[in-house]
Structures are given as C-alpha cells and as structure tokens.
C-alpha cells in the first residue's frame, strides 16, 4: 500500500516527503507559510493535482495560525502570493488558490477557520474523485497485454488519489492483468525512477526502467500499444506542458504510429491560453544539470539550461483522457468541450 501523501487533521498539515523516496518513507509536517512555499519549490510534495491540494490546505495552515480573524485577513495577500510564485507552470495550484481565495472574501466571523477547511477539503475530496473517474475513462483504451511508456510520475504520489495517468494503467492491470510499462527515468530529476516504479511495485504491476533517449528505440522494435502521460497545463487548442521530455516522447510516438494519451483533470486546462505557447515554463537550478544529488558531473562553471517543462503540440496528442470523459484529436477545441462548465482555475465551478 502506498502511505497516506497528504493529510490535514486538527489543524496539523502532514505530507510525504518525496525526496526521500523510494529508501525511505517519511512524514514530514509543514507548520506554517515558509515550510509550505519551501516544500513545493523543493518537490518534497510534486504533481500538478497534488501541488493544488497541499497549497489549499497551505492556506488553512498560514491563516488559521493567526491569532484572529483580522489578522488573518491582513496576512492573506501575502500568503495567496508567495504560493502563486511557487511553482509557475502547474495550473491547479492556481485553480486551488483562487477557490480558497473567494472563500477568504466571504470569511464569517466565526467558525472561520472551519470555513477555510471544509474548502481545503473539498478540493482534496474532488481530486480523489477526478482520479476514479480518469481511471474509468482511460481503461477502454487499453488492451489485455499491453505494453505501455509512461513519463515522469502521475500516480497516487502526484494526486493523493488514485492519479492520472498511471492510475489508468493501474487500474487497467488490475481489470485486465498482463499490462507491462516501461518508465521513462525522467531526467534530471529522475520521477520516473524513483517514484513511478516504487508505486509500480507497491501495486504489482510489472515494469521495466528505460532511460529517456531510449524510448524512440524501443518503439522502433515493435510492440509497443501506446504512450501515456500526465498534464501540467493544458492550453485551450490541446497543447500540453508536461514534465520535460515529453515532447521528445510524443514525437518519437507520432514517427512511429503509436498513440500518445495525455491522462488530465479539468482543472488543468487553462481556458484563458488559446496555444501552448503562452504557457509560463519553470526554469529550474542549473545544479539539478550539473550535480544530481549533490554529485558533480559537470565542469564547475558549466552553462546550464534547465526547463522543468515542454509543451507537446495538440497534433501530438492522440486523446486527452478527463473527469467528463475521452477527447480524441488531433483537432481540439476545449472551450467549446469545458467553457459552458467550467473556466480558467475555478473562477465558475462546475
């Protein structure tokens, strides 16, 4: 069984610190507005859904240490801005925060603290939901014996839920049986490695570790069924940011006739950007190029360029597998599929 990822109980906000993963298994509790901001730049909590649960029930950390309902409406900006900034491209931390923060324009003046948590909550309740509702979704397209790639990490440590994409997979070899995947390492940071085969293990399910530059080869040996991958951020026309190396991944799928699934919540499509190319890209530490781990591999001094994301043109992108269903490509127009329900980080909820 995977341990509990994120959980908030009497005030007390405790997540898993995924960086120790997979040696060790350690709860760490985040006490108030620095160690939540710290956690998130650090990826101690990571995953675009995951990002937007720990950052909700940062806010009841920060504001409901306060000593009063006034002080804590004075500290609101600063908390809702130091959050925002903490990771720049992942959407749903924006959607969670502007949830929190219409609750925070309405907060009563008792029970307030309450008011903040049962919003906190309810985000967290509807990610878990969302996951069981992608995996339901995402299980017809795939067959008995399928052998899979998937990039980066989007199970339940990236959710506290079930997760995207690889909760599809999961759960597709848990109905079907026979499901092999093949993890991406996912440089620089190697999610794949550490964390989608840990999880892999834990749910029984077989896999083999691959390095990213050896995908594109593995495709073109045969076998293959499809390619599966979480979002980050979604543009209305389908464009997709993912972890980087996913466009590498889709290309080399596109050459070689192998469909490219993107496994997402809803509230990862970002309505307000109309293409991909004005998704905002986190450039990350050179450090993280240069000196994995704290070892070097690089010449000190080294010019490093470090995206954390690419975007995947929607051409790409065989379907978008969603909460409300499959979208099927390569023509996609999700403000004519979302816009009547639901727009850009919960300003209207569905």
Same mark, same amino acid.
């Given at each position: 069984m995977t341990p509990?990822?994120?959980?908030?109980?009497?005030?007390?906000?405790?997540?898993?610190?995924?960086?120790?993963?997979?040696?060790?298994?350690?709860? =760490?509790?985040l006490a108030d507005l620095e160690q939540v901001e710290r956690a998130i730049r650090t990826l101690v909590v990571r995953g675009a859904p995951l990002i937007g649960v720990t950052a909700a029930f940062g806010v009841c950390v920060s504001l409901g240490g306060q000593p009063a309902r006034p002080a804590a409406l004075d500290y609101? /900006?600063?908390?809702?801005?130091?959050?925002?900034?903490?990771?720049?491209?992942?959407?749903?931390?924006?959607w969670a925060l502007?949830?929190?923060?219409? =609750? =925070?324009?309405?907060?009563?003046?008792?029970?307030?603290?309450?008011a903040l948590e049962r919003e906190a909550q309810a985000i967290f309740r509807e990610t878990v939901e969302q996951?069981?509702?992608?995996a339901a979704h995402g299980a017809p397209l795939l067959e008995s014996g399928a052998r899979v790639i998937t990039h980066c990490n989007t199970g339940p440590l990236a959710t506290g839920g079930r997760g995207t994409a690889l909760g599809v997979l999961i759960g597709a070899h848990n109905a079907h049986g026979n499901l092999h995947v093949y993890v991406d390492e996912t440089r620089p940071r190697w999610q794949g490695a550490h964390l989608t085969t840990w999880e892999l293990a834990k749910a029984g399910v077989p896999h083999t570790l691959i390095a990213d530059s050896a995908a594109a080869f593995l495709m073109q040996r045969g076998g293959v069924?499809?390619?599966?991958?979480?979002?980050?951020?979604?543009?209305?026309?389908?464009?997709?940011?993912?972890?980087?190396?996913?466009?590498?991944?889709?290309?080399?799928?596109?050459?070689?006739?192998?469909?490219?699934y993107v496994v997402a919540p809803t509230s990862t499509v970002d309505l307000a950007l109309s293409e991909g190319s004005a998704i905002p890209i986190e450039e990350r530490?050179?450090?993280?190029?240069?000196? /994995?781990?704290?070892?070097?591999l690089a010449p000190e001094g080294t010019?490093?360029?470090?995206?954390?994301?690419?975007?995947?043109?929607?051409?790409?992108?065989?379907?978008?597998?969603?909460?409300q269903g499959v979208i099927r490509g390569p023509r996609y127009d999700l403000?004519?599929?979302?816009g009547a329900a639901r727009v850009l980080a919960g300003t209207a909820t569905k």
């Open positions: 509990e990822v994120v959980s908030f109980r009497a005030g007390r906000l405790t997540v898993l610190d995924q960086t120790r993963l997979p040696h060790e298994e350690c709860l =760490v509790e609101a /900006p600063e908390v809702f801005a130091r959050l925002r900034a903490s990771r720049p491209t992942a959407i749903n931390l924006f502007e949830r929190m923060e219409r =609750v =925070v324009e309405a907060l009563p003046d008792s029970g307030w603290r309450e996951d069981e509702a992608l069924h499809s390619v599966w991958v979480g979002a980050d951020r979604i543009a209305a026309n389908g464009d997709t940011a993912n972890k980087i190396g996913t466009y590498s991944l889709a290309l080399a799928a596109s050459h070689h006739g192998v469909p490219f530490a050179p450090e993280e190029v240069t000196a /994995p781990e704290g070892r070097p010019t490093v360029w470090n995206p954390a994301f690419d975007v995947t043109p929607a051409a790409l992108v065989s379907a978008i597998v969603t909460e403000r004519k599929s979302f």
